[in-house]
């Protein structure tokens, strides 16, 4: 079992800066991939970035590319999701995941863990 919680999120000006950080329970953590998804309202959840294991591999939304990074301390049980340049359309809750296998988290489809989302609001 793996219980993931996130934190970090809050209100903030269009072009600022927040940073993300999802902290894993279990001694297992770096057996995972570990991605972050969003979900704004009226809207379905949505992939944002994802991160491999070993943290050499990296894969990101289109509408996150060079503005977003993510990144994974494993001695920490911890990963990070660093936001700059954020835009009103960054709005959202934002979810941390863990899986197996990267491909899960890249499809946003039977993943196995969850966390319980942290609110980002971008004000313009």
């Known amino acids: 079992q793996v219980q993931l919680v996130e934190s970090g999120g809050g209100l903030v000006q269009a072009g600022g800066s927040l940073r993300l950080s999802c902290a894993a329970s279990?001694?297992?953590?770096?057996?995972?991939?570990m991605g972050w998804f969003r979900q704004a309202p009226g809207k379905e959840r949505e992939f944002v970035a994802a991160?491999?294991?070993?943290?050499?591999?990296?894969y990101y939304a289109d509408s996150v590319k060079g503005r977003f990074t993510i990144s994974r301390d494993n001695a920490k049980n911890t990963v990070y999701l660093q936001m700059n340049s954020l835009k009103p359309e960054d709005t959202a809750v934002y979810y941390c995941a863990a899986d197996g296998m990267i491909i899960r988290l890249r499809a946003g489809a039977l993943v196995d863990y969850w966390g319980q989302g942290t609110q980002v609001t971008v004000s313009s």
């Open positions: 991160i491999s294991w070993s943290g050499v591999n990296t």
């Open positions: 279990g001694r297992t953590f770096s057996s995972y991939a």
